[in-house]
């Protein structure tokens, strides 16, 4: 089944020869095909960037580019792609107000957002874990870093970049207030659902905390992938969470962990 294409923009200002925002792949949503991105970053070098690193690989295909979190949201519902990579600041509307709306709205159940940020971006960070972001990466990250995020986020796993994990989480966990007021729906408090959890939930959430991945998590608790899975989603549904990056914060603002540890 295939979309109606996206009428293409007028060319951004400064954009490289040849590189056509809203550039559309026809594609079939089987589940066996490549994992199906769409870029948005207002830098043209920047999307021309990470489109040759993903359509390099043989199981990703860059169905779409937008240069505004608007745009990006348009695309999200013409496309329905798999991943949609998402810069943080853009004109029109921001990365972290089109990641609230693209995981806010059910319609677009299976779309999940991968956030790029760099150092100076806490305060987006912060937001774009209340806002339902299934994730973040430094734009900085290495292609073979860009190309397992994409494919973790795909499978159903949420990705903090391990290089700023512990210092976005404690930061989170000291500026938890930051947003009142600012307009970002804020993520359920710790505790309700948590007395429901299992002791090997319990034992899944510390592990989701840390970082791993469910295969790690497996192999660290003798569990099969399908079984850590099966706890998440059970720990998702007690605790009144959408994903994992929460999962995290409620780890620490249930004090399971401790920044610093």
């Known amino acids: 089944m295939t979309h109606a294409p996206v009428p293409p923009p007028p060319p951004e200002p400064g954009a490289l020869p040849g590189l056509v925002l809203g550039h559309v792949v026809a594609e079939s949503r ?17 999307r021309l960037g990470l489109r040759m690193i993903l359509d390099n690989e043989p199981d990703i295909t860059v169905v779409g580019e937008a240069a505004d979190g608007a745009q990006g949201v348009r695309m999200a519902h013409a496309l329905r792609p798999d991943v949609v990579l998402m810069d943080v600041r853009m004109p ?44 973040f990466l430094l734009k900085d990250a290495d292609p073979e870093a860009l190309v397992n995020a994409v494919h973790r986020v795909r499978a159903g796993d949420s990705l903090l970049d391990p290089g700023v994990t512990r210092r976005i989480i404690e930061r989170y966990v000291e500026l938890s207030d930051w947003h009142a007021g600012s307009g970002v729906a804020a993520a359920p408090r710790a505790g309700a659902g948590l007395e429901l959890a299992t002791p090997r939930e319990r034992e899944v959430l510390l592990a989701v905390a840390r970082g791993l991945s469910n295969k790690e998590i497996g192999d660290e608790l003798f569990l099969s992938e399908a079984t850590v899975k099966s706890h998440v989603r059970s720990l998702l549904t007690k605790v009144g969470l959408t994903n994992r990056v929460q999962l995290v914060i409620l780890a620490y603002e249930a004090e399971l962990v401790r920044p610093g540890r």
């Not at 089987?30 to 920047?46: C, G, K, L, M, N």
């Open 92 to 135: 029109h509307l921001n990365g972290i107000d089109a990641a609230a709306q693209i995981s806010g709205d059910p319609a677009l159940a299976g779309v999940r957002t991968l956030v790029l940020t760099t150092f100076d971006d806490d305060e987006y960070v912060y937001g774009a874990l209340r806002a339902g972001a299934a994730g």
């Open 30 to 46: 089987a589940f066996s095909e490549p994992v199906r991105v769409v870029v948005v970053d207002d830098q043209a070098t920047i």
